[in-house]
Each structure stands twice: as structure tokens, then as C-alpha cells.
């Protein structure tokens, strides 16, 4: 199931490994999965966007990597996310000061990376995140020869796990299953 969820570009993808990225010339595998639960490195990034310009997910990326920066509330954000009723989930991301709210769509073959684009802006507008944010998918579309950017995956081992309304972090199981719930 969390294969599913983070399909991304079926021409690559990329891993982290001793704080360095590198880019990997095949989708996501299975075993790629696997690994990345069990927090073996290399760990994934799930590129969001295909060639034919489809998203199966995307991503509003919350960074505070800066030593000032504050981090981010994750508890006040997942109750935010939940009393507006929106279709998001948070997660923690590799730097503990940020977070990552997802979004995946139900769409067998995907939905168009700008319209997924102009909804996550909305979101990001409507929750009233600022700082530096990215959304993911990072373009509408890719030029001829690029795979575009990859975004770390949630649930690397024991870290980076979904939030509920409460502060508590969420099994994978419970993850999962939030996501079917939540897509759209």
C-alpha cells in the first residue's frame, strides 16, 4: 500500500544516503520500499510528477532548517488540518523542525501535476503557512530529458511518522489506512 501511494515518475527516483542525494534512472521497487521501512539506507525521495504530466500525490514541504527558525507546531498544524476538513496529512519530515503535508489522489492514473499544484497552494494559503515552502510536485510538467524533484518519504523506520489531532503519531498501518480515507 505505501508503494501505491508514492508511485511516482516510472523513470527514477532518488535516495539519500550520508546526507548526500543521488538520482536512481528506475521508478520506486518494492524492495526500495521495504528498505526505506526498515530505515536501511539508502532512504527514498518520490518524485511526484510523470512524463505525461500526472501525479498520484503531492506535497506542501515546510522547511525550518535555519538555527532561528522555529519549529514548526506540528500538533496545532494536524488539528488545524483536521478542523478545516482538509484532505491532508502530516508528517514529520528528516529535519525535526519540519513537516511535510501530503496529499493522494484516487485517480488510477494519476491527475494533472498543475491542477495538484494550484489545490496544495491553495491549502498552504488557506492553513496560513509561511516561510519556505515548497510544493510538490515542484513543476506542471517536465521539460524533454528531466525526471524532476524528488521529496523524502515519511516512515524512514521509527522517524518521520504521520500525526494525528492529539500530537500522536500514527502506526504505518494507521497511516495507510488515512490515506485511503483521505484521498481525492
Known amino acids: 500500500a505505501f508503494h501505491r501511494l508514492f508511485r511516482g515518475n516510472p523513470a527514477a527516483h532518488y535516495v539519500r544516503q550520508d546526507g548526500r542525494y543521488e538520482a536512481v534512472e528506475r521508478g520506486v521497487e518494492p524492495d526500495d520500499v521495504a528498505r ?32 532561528a ?25 528528516k529535519s525535526p523542525k519540519s513537516g511535510h503535508l501530503w496529499l493522494f489522489l484516487k485517480e488510477a492514473d494519476g491527475f494533472s501535476a498543475a491542477v495538484v499544484r494550484r489545490l496544495l497552494a491553495r491549502y498552504r494559503d488557506v492553513l496560513g503557512l509561511t516561510g519556505e515552502i515548497e510544493i510538490f510536485p515542484k513543476s506542471d510538467k517536465l521539460s524533454e530529458g528531466q525526471v524532476g524533484n524528488g521529496i523524502n518519504l515519511p516512515y524512514f523506520s521509527n522517524s518521520r511518522g504521520a500525526l494525528d489531532s492529539n500530537g500522536q503519531e500514527l502506526s504505518l498501518e494507521a497511516f495507510l489506512e488515512l490515506a485511503q480515507r483521505t484521498a481525492v
Open 36 to 67: 526505506h521501512l526498515r530505515g536501511e539506507e539508502p532512504s527514498l525521495l518520490s518524485i511526484p510528477i510523470n512524463q505525461e504530466r500526472l501525479s498520484h500525490f503531492g506535497a506542501i514541504d515546510i522547511d525550518r532548517h535555519a538555527e
Open 69 to 93: 527558525d522555529p519549529p514548526l507546531d506540528h500538533v496545532a498544524l494536524a488539528k488545524r488540518v483536521i478542523e478545516l476538513n482538509l484532505p491532508l496529512i502530516l508528517t514529520r519530515a
